[in-house]
């Protein structure tokens, strides 16, 4: 084994050879000693880089939540409405398509400090800006953003899984229903509920 410095090893390749192996492997299957084999160095040197497994994740996923950040926002430029919420929608899809390691990745749950200094508010950002062109405001945009994140999540997730392998119709042309269908809810967002609980029923 090469010692890191003859390996070349910084943070920063350190960090790009994580989410070239998460791609490879499964963002599940790196670690500091898969890397270490990767770098062919001994495992305690690159401590010196990264504090732990859970440290290079959590590097990987702030990398992977801002090279998805800067892609949706491309895509939005100059769109809005049914257009942006499509654009959004398939960033996130082809990024899974192609990174599935690197979108696990910016699924990964970091601590609120963490959270908080890194893209993820940017992506929440971009779903706002798609519903400037629904009128939403307030608590119903909170609402929205939230329904439009599960539905986008939700979806490719299922898909990355192999979900809907084995049934018709394609699972493209169901996207392209659940994209309509998403865009007339937002266009018809129901007020707010107005119904009472029903009546205690006497013991």
Same mark, same amino acid.
């Given at each position: +084994? *090469?010692? $890191? *410095?003859?390996? !070349?090893?910084?943070?920063?390749?350190? $960090?790009?050879?994580?989410?070239?192996?998460?791609d490879e492997v499964g963002f599940?299957? =790196?670690?500091? %000693?898969?890397?270490? #084999?990767?770098?062919? =160095?001994? *495992?305690? &040197?690159?401590?010196?880089? $990264?504090?732990?497994? #859970?440290?290079?994740?959590?590097?990987? &996923?702030?990398?992977?939540?801002?090279?998805?950040? /800067?892609?949706?926002?491309?895509?939005?430029? !100059?769109?809005a409405g049914r257009d942006a919420?499509?654009?959004?929608?398939?960033?996130? #899809?082809?990024?899974?398509?192609? @990174?599935?390691?690197?979108?696990?990745?910016?699924?990964? #749950?970091? /601590?609120?400090?963490?959270?908080?200094?890194?893209?993820?508010?940017?992506?929440?950002?971009? +779903?706002?800006?798609?519903?400037?062109?629904?009128?939403?405001?307030?608590?119903?945009?909170? @609402?929205? *953003?939230?329904?439009? !994140?599960?539905?986008? @999540?939700?979806?490719? %997730?299922?898909?990355?899984?192999?979900?809907? /392998?084995?049934?018709?119709?394609? &699972?493209?042309?169901?996207?392209?229903?659940? +994209?309509?269908?998403?865009?007339?809810?937002?266009?018809?967002?129901?007020?707010?509920?107005? @119904?009472?609980?029903?009546?205690? $029923?006497?013991?």
């Amino acid at each position: +084994m *090469v010692s $890191v *410095v003859r390996a !070349g090893v910084t943070a920063e390749r350190l $960090v790009q050879a994580g989410v070239e192996l998460a791609d490879e492997v499964g963002f599940d299957g =790196v670690t500091v %000693s898969a890397l270490a #084999r990767r770098f062919d =160095v001994k *495992v305690p &040197s690159l401590y010196s880089h $990264v504090r732990n497994s #859970r440290d290079l994740k959590t590097r990987i &996923s702030l990398y992977a939540l801002a090279e998805l950040a /800067d892609r949706g926002a491309a895509a939005l430029a !100059g769109r809005a409405g049914r257009d942006a919420l499509i654009a959004l929608g398939t960033v996130y #899809r082809d990024y899974a398509r192609e @990174h599935p390691g690197r979108y696990a990745a910016a699924r990964l #749950r970091l /601590d609120p400090q963490t959270a908080a200094s890194s893209a993820g508010p940017r992506h929440s950002q971009l +779903m706002r800006a798609i519903l400037l062109g629904y009128r939403l405001e307030g608590a119903d945009q909170v @609402h929205a *953003v939230r329904l439009i !994140g599960s539905t986008f @999540h939700g979806y490719i %997730s299922l898909e990355l899984a192999g979900g809907f /392998d084995h049934s018709e119709p394609d &699972s493209q042309e169901s996207w392209e229903r659940i +994209m309509d269908a998403l865009d007339a809810l937002l266009r018809n967002w129901p007020a707010l509920s107005t @119904h009472t609980p029903p009546p205690e $029923v006497a013991s």
